[in-house]
Each structure stands twice: as structure tokens, then as C-alpha cells.
């Protein structure tokens, strides 16, 4: 597999890694250099690459440079991983906009057909639109989890930007798109438009203040997603050290990191996206970004691979009955985490499997228990009717 589209890393980082300990994780990446070309893919688990757009930002800012980023993550030491990690490079701005989508949209469906998980180092936010485009011949709806204080869903009758590119995923063919989720959104960036559209939709929407009062509740979230963008943009400005997006509200560097470990356990989460990079961020915010792509690799190595039939027969069954449904909820005697089963309607056109299981809490079953019918449970109850 190779791909001229795609430009190597600096050689000033191979002489850097020269003089790296032989643990550290940029000793023992696989790089696309000029020296030794495109790097053996046999047996790679996660691949990172940047790509240096950013036409479509709103906020006008050269195309991102990613030596100090990655000179940063390279240092870092990997965790008691059985992983094997590549960089792939970076890809150039093509010629049109649409040559970058194109590009990324083709390395990123190879690389999960590989079974390889991307990390995309973005520019603009609007690439989550080619992340989402690579899905379109792999059969199956997908769900788009999206750390970011806005929703992004713009007006899809305009030219896609970094504003209005959840809007171009819903109304352009192929349709893919399941559900879709804002994890982090804070109320005074959004207008109310986009707020009741959300909610006419039946997307989901957790603000800020929700999510850090209790992380562990977005665990299901990520649990369901099968790609995550993140938004650079929704941790604080003092955690980042830098004004560039110039908000003081947002994750910290905590959270941020706990929500990337959080999509990189998930079994289903299969390409990861880190947007709105730009060289101005500075020598902190690129030490941040470095461990959060360590938390996402942190939790694809311990993934238990419990996405599969053969694991599933094991889960214990519960049986729910509230007014004229019966809920259907499945815990595993492994991970003790908990899904629901989405009603399958067969003379809807949909490519939903059937007896799709919904990630959900503990919480869900037992307030399920009391009659209170899971929020998440009747969104994606009623996306499968209409």
C-alpha cells in the first residue's frame, strides 16, 4: 500500500530519533521518510497522519506544520502496549479542496479495511466530512461522535466550512449517517435554531458542564461511535496555554485526555480525528495534543473486543417491560458494561443490522426498572421509524 499523495516526515525528526531511548515510541514507530520510503504495513494497529488544509476555516490561517507535534508524541514512551504504531506523513493540500477530501477519504478507507485505525492530524474541522465520505462503500450507518463547543451544522445549502459540515453529512447522498453526537457543546456558541434542529433531528447534545460532572457517563457514548472528531477548540484556553481560540471555558487537559482514551477503547471506533491544529497553538498545546493521541492508543490497547457475536452470546439478558414495550438490556460478565437492544423494523430501508445493541449505563437499566424509558434508547428508536 502506498500513496503519492502522501509527503514523508521531516528528516530533521530521524535525526531527533537517532538520539531518542530505544523504548521511546518514536524509536519504534514505522515512518514514511524520504530516506526509506513508505513504511511495511504488515501487522500495523494504528497509523497517523497529518493533513495540511485549511481553505474552508471561517478564520483564515497558513496550512498547520506538525514537526513540533510530532517531535513532542515521539518522545513520549508507549504503556505496556502490544501495538505496532506507523506515521504515515502528511497530506499535501491538493490542488482543489475537494483533491484533499478525496485523498484523505481514500487513505482512510484503505487503512480500516486493513483493519488499521487512523489518526488524522487536521487542519480545518471540515475534513471530519472526508473522515465520514471513506464509510460510504463499507455498508453499514455509522454514528460520528464530536467533541466540540459548536454543533457544526451550518447551512448545507452554502459551501461547506468548518462551521457547516455536519450539515453536508446529513443531506448529501450517500446517506450513512445514524446518529450523530456533540459531546462538550457550550449553549452561548450555538443558536437556538441549531439547538431545536439537534432536537428534530433525534441527535444528541451534552454540554459542557454535563460531561465534566461526571465523565464516565460519556463512556457509552464513544462505545457507539464508529468515528470521532475532535475540535482543538473545545479545551480552555488555559490548559493550551495559547488565545488562539480564545475561550476560557472548555476540558482541560485531563478531560480531553480521558474522553480520547474514552473513543479508544470503544471496539467500534474505527477511525479517530484531532482538528483545527494550527502553528500558532504553541509548544504546550502540542504537548497536550501528543498525549491525547497517547490516551487514544492507551485504550485501543485495551479494547476486549466484546463487538463480536461470539462475545455477545455470553452477555446476560435482561427483560424491561414498560407500558406497551419491553426493553431488552445485555450486560457483560466480563467488562460489566451494559447495551440495549433498538427495536429492527424489517420494511424499513436501512442498512442497521438486526438486534443492534445501543451502548448505555447501568443507570439506564435501573431507571428503566422505575419506568423511566432511556432518552438514548427512544432517539434511536425513533431514527430507525422515520
Known amino acids: 500500500m502506498e500513496f503519492d499523495f502522501l509527503s514523508p516526515v521531516h528528516d530533521e525528526l530521524l535525526d531527533e530519533i537517532s538520539h531518542l531511548n530505544a523504548q521511546s515510541i518514536g524509536a519504534q514507530m514505522r515512518l514514511h521518510t524520504q530516506r526509506s520510503g513508505f513504511p511495511d504495513m504488515e501487522g500495523v494497529n494504528v497509523a497517523l497522519f497529518g493533513v495540511k488544509e485549511t481553505r474552508r476555516a471561517l478564520r483564515k490561517t497558513e496550512a498547520p506544520d506538525f514537526y513540533d507535534l510530532r517531535s513532542k508524541f515521539y518522545r513520549l514512551y508507549p504503556g505496556n502496549w502490544g501495538l505496532r504504531l506507523a506515521d504515515l506523513g502528511d497530506i499535501e493540500a491538493g490542488a482543489t479542496v475537494e483533491d484533499t477530501y478525496f485523498a484523505v477519504q481514500t487513505l482512510v478507507e484503505s487503512l480500516i479495511k486493513q483493519d488499521v485505525i487512523p ?40 459551501m461547506i466550512t468548518n462551521e457547516s459540515y455536519v450539515g453536508k453529512i446529513v443531506i448529501d447522498k450517500p446517506y450513512n449517517l445514524f446518529n450523530y453526537t456533540t459531546v462538550g457543546y457550550q449553549t452561548y456558541f450555538n443558536s437556538q435554531e441549531e439547538i431545536e434542529l439537534m432536537e428534530r433531528l433525534f441527535f444528541e447534545a451534552y454540554r459542557l458542564g454535563e460531561v465534566t460532572s461526571d465523565l464516565s457517563l460519556m463512556e457509552p457514548i464513544f462505545r457507539s461511535a464508529n468515528l470521532v472528531g475532535l475540535d482543538l477548540g473545545s479545551i480552555d484556553s488555559a490548559s493550551a496555554n495559547t488565545d488562539y481560540f ?83 438490556f445485555f450486560k457483560s460478565p466480563v467488562s460489566g458494561r451494559w447495551w440495549i437492544e433498538i427495536p429492527f423494523l424489517s420494511n424499513v430501508n436501512t442498512k442497521l443490522k438486526k438486534h443492534t445493541l445501543l451502548p448505555c449505563s447501568e443507570e439506564d437499566y435501573l431507571e428503566a426498572c422505575n419506568q ?13 421509524e422515520v
Request: neutral net charge; proline residues 2%; contains cysteine.
Open 119 to 158: 489518526i488524522i492530524l487536521g487542519g480545518s474541522q471540515d475534513l471530519v466530512y472526508a473522515q465520514y465520505r471513506a464509510y460510504d462503500k463499507l455498508d453499514q450507518m455509522v454514528n460520528l461522535v464530536n467533541v466540540d463547543k459548536k454543533f457544526d451544522l451550518g447551512d448545507a445549502e452554502k
Open 246 to 328: 480564545a475561550s476560557p471555558n472548555g476540558f482541560n487537559g485531563r478531560e480531553i485526555c480521558g474522553l480520547a482514551r474514552y473513543a479508544g477503547i470503544s471496539d467500534k471506533v474505527s477511525s479517530f480525528g484531532i482538528y483545527e491544529f494550527n502553528d500558532k497553538l504553541g509548544s504546550l498545546a502540542n504537548t497536550l495534543i501528543s498525549q491525547i493521541i497517547w490516551y487514544f492508543i492507551e485504550g485501543v490497547n485495551y479494547r476486549t473486543n466484546e463487538n463480536t457475536i461470539s462475545a455477545k452470546k455470553e452477555f446476560i439478558r435482561y427483560q424491561v417491560p414498560i407500558d406497551d414495550e419491553v426493553l431488552v
Open 372 to 384: 423511566v424509558i432511556p432518552e438514548r434508547w427512544y432517539k434511536a428508536k425513533r431514527k430507525n
